[in-house]
């Protein structure tokens, strides 16, 4: 049985065993208010018990009506809230839909297949799934169980290892240059949404303005398509800019557009996981009904089985290339949404007792399996196309999502109508992802400023957020700005996100403890099934070994293809000074890491082996934190006992 905890009556400081401080284990008990003591003499016989210098004479009092009592040493009242208190998820499917929503992104239809053909068509699977189980599953269950534990966002929940505090600050920075730029693809998606409503499509050789550009059959590669001059010269205007260096005007249709976007995510973010997990149940699940209408529809095309075939396609030479196994570490990036912070935001609204090892599993593989299923659906298309122009498929597969797929759409029967559904399909891809990076946004602030959460000053804050992304994602959407989104795009999520990433795996692994970690999840899931033991065994090994060890890969390829391979955007070279302008971006990422750490070490006093000791173990507000209900371990009764000398004194025939 715990120590008694005094009332509002104990008003001197607590006397514990030891001389130990108040809260920290050892038996306490609290002084006399000063108008009970009474003048007299006594002693603690007790061996370790420091006496007080004037200790009161045996006293009772039981009579006194008083607070409850607690299970627990004299804890200390804790501080008043400096704001609202954190929301939780109103149900588990939200959670699982958020976070399946955030993953299953834009990537997913337009990375993935893209990736198979290029590297080896079906054989690129076997590197995928390797890396999935030993990189991607690991780190995804890390990142939410962290959030879930901490309940805090990727800052505050470095309580736990204060010396890797700017690995947070890294994901939310990565989050932010993921932010700018990734909601320009939903401008662009509203842009063809809104030319979707015409008949014939503008980007089609049955409209009027494209019937010099459809005279030439032969499908040369110098050719133009229709298709791609509606990209280039109406959407982007990118033939009236030179480079980098000529950004030219803001293309006022896709500012109108960025605006819709941001209107979009602003409204639906206002009250935050209560807004967004209602609408993610539309945003989660209609991509996959557009997906499996695809589907079914491409199987009805003639040539989309040469389509099929060619994602299939195996080419086992490619296994010996280290360019497949680094496209197959980044698409899991990508695709799972590791390393950015909107995972771990997401799981912080968790209950406590949330199975995350279930979660991980459920989202992670249900995620990779979207990926795989939707290239049936766009090289069935693809391959009608080829079959149609009377070219490979190979030669269509390049650029698809904005030029290649609308061209095959608009050669289907009722091709607005396909053309309306796709896109949509896009844009709820899209904003899902977008939920995900403003909430590691957001969730990074409001954890380190409470008092923003009052509804009124987070819809001011949420509000300036997307004003200020808005007007900084102007420079992407001028008659340049692809050059300088291809740039943000290449260096925000490179070797910064793999640092960041290689760092939490790292620092939760030797810095809090690999033991406490897998610890910490038992706790969590309470009543631990053996196959979560045996799952939680093998994510040990991989924590420890395997996944450090392949982000050690990824990152020393990174560079090695930084630095051989120059970037192009088309034909494009991009110029010396913008190259090194990206790469510090990327620097900038990783410097947080040694920067707040460094700031960790000033912190602590003593030697630097001291500092280092004391950085790297949890803050006392780490436990609290995980939001354990204690409200068992309170026993209310309606009276106080103080306690006396005699209290202490051992007593050598007791059995207790």
Request: aromatic share 14%; net charge negative.
């Amino acid at each position: 049985m715990g120590p008694i905890a005094a009332g509002p009556m104990a008003a001197g400081p607590a006397v514990c065993q030891g001389g130990a401080a108040p809260g920290s284990g050892a038996l306490c008990c609290p002084a006399l208010p000063p108008e009970q003591e009474m003048s007299g003499t006594g002693h603690l016989d007790t061996p370790g018990l420091t006496a007080p210098s004037a200790p009161p004479e045996p006293t009772v009092n039981i009579f006194h009506e008083q607070g409850p009592i607690a299970g627990q040493p004299c804890p200390e009242p804790p501080a008043p809230p400096e704001g609202p208190p954190r929301e939780t998820w109103a149900g588990r499917y939200e959670f699982l839909l958020s976070c399946l929503g955030y993953c299953v992104g834009l990537g997913n239809v337009w990375r993935f297949p893209y990736l198979c053909y290029r590297n080896g068509g079906g054989v690129f699977l076997i590197p995928y799934f390797i890396l999935l189980f030993l990189t991607g599953l690991p780190l995804f269950l890390m990142e939410l169980s962290l959030g879930q534990y901490g309940a805090a966002g990727p800052i505050t929940v470095w309580k736990c290892c204060p010396i890797l505090r700017g690995v947070g600050v890294g994901m939310l920075l990565v989050s932010s240059l993921v932010s700018l730029y990734y909601n320009v693809i939903i401008a662009w998606t509203f842009y063809y949404l809104g030319s979707s409503f015409q008949s014939p499509l503008p980007w089609s050789c049955d409209a009027p303005q494209n019937a010099e550009l459809c005279q030439n059959p032969s499908g040369s590669a110098t050719h133009t398509s229709a298709s791609e001059a509606f990209w280039k010269e109406q959407v982007l205007g990118v033939t009236h800019s030179s480079g980098l260096g000529d950004p030219g005007p803001v293309q006022w249709p896709l500012a109108l557009c960025l605006l819709a976007a941001w209107v979009v995510v602003f409204l639906c973010m206002l009250k935050g996981i209560r807004s967004s997990g209602k609408v993610v149940y539309f945003t989660a699940t209609f991509p996959y009904v557009v997906i499996l209408i695809l589907i079914i529809r491409g199987a009805t095309l003639s040539g989309s089985l040469d389509g099929v075939s060619f994602y299939l396609s195996s080419d086992w030479s490619k296994l010996q290339s280290a360019q497949v196994w680094s496209d197959a570490a980044s698409q899991i990036f990508y695709s799972l949404g590791i390393g950015f912070g909107g995972l771990l935001s997401m799981a912080s609204y968790n209950k406590f007792d949330n199975n995350v090892i279930r979660d991980t599993l459920v989202i992670a593989i249900g995620n990779c399996c979207t990926s795989f299923f939707a290239g049936f659906a766009i090289f069935s298309v693809l391959g009608h196309m080829a079959l149609k122009k009377g070219v490979p498929v190979g030669s269509v597969a390049l650029g698809w999502q904005f030029v290649a797929y609308p061209e095959a759409l608009s050669l289907l029967p009722g091709s607005p109508f396909w053309s309306i559904l796709f896109f949509l399909m896009l844009f709820t891809l899209g904003v899902d992802t977008m939920f995900g990076n403003i909430e590691s946004i957001t969730t990074a602030i409001l954890d380190e400023f409470p008092a923003l959460r009052e509804w009124r000053r987070k819809a001011l804050f949420l509000g300036a957020l997307c004003i200020s992304f808005y007007l900084l994602g102007l420079l992407l959407i001028t008659q340049g700005g692809i050059f300088w989104f291809t740039l943000i795009d290449t260096y925000s999520t490179g070797f910064g996100l793999v640092i960041i990433t290689l760092f939490m795996c790292l620092g939760i692994s030797f810095c809090y403890g690999i033991d406490q970690f897998c610890q910490d999840i038992r706790d969590m899931i309470c009543h631990c099934p053996p196959w979560c033991s045996h799952m939680l065994g093998y994510f040990k090994l991989c924590w420890v070994f395997f996944t450090p060890c392949l982000l050690l890969f990824t990152l020393i390829y990174t560079f090695l293809e930084m630095y051989g391979v120059p970037l192009r955007y088309g034909s494009y070279t991009y110029p010396a000074w913008g190259t090194s302008l990206g790469i510090c971006v990327g620097v900038l990422t990783c410097l947080q890491v040694p920067l707040w750490a460094i700031v960790a070490l000033c912190r602590e006093s003593g030697t630097l082996s001291d500092r280092i000791r004391k950085a790297t173990q949890p803050l006392n507000s780490w436990r609290a934190a995980s939001g354990r209900d204690m409200s068992a371990e309170v026993i209310n009764v309606p009276f106080t006992i103080t306690l006396t000398s005699s209290d202490f004194t051992a007593q050598p025939d007791s059995s207790t």
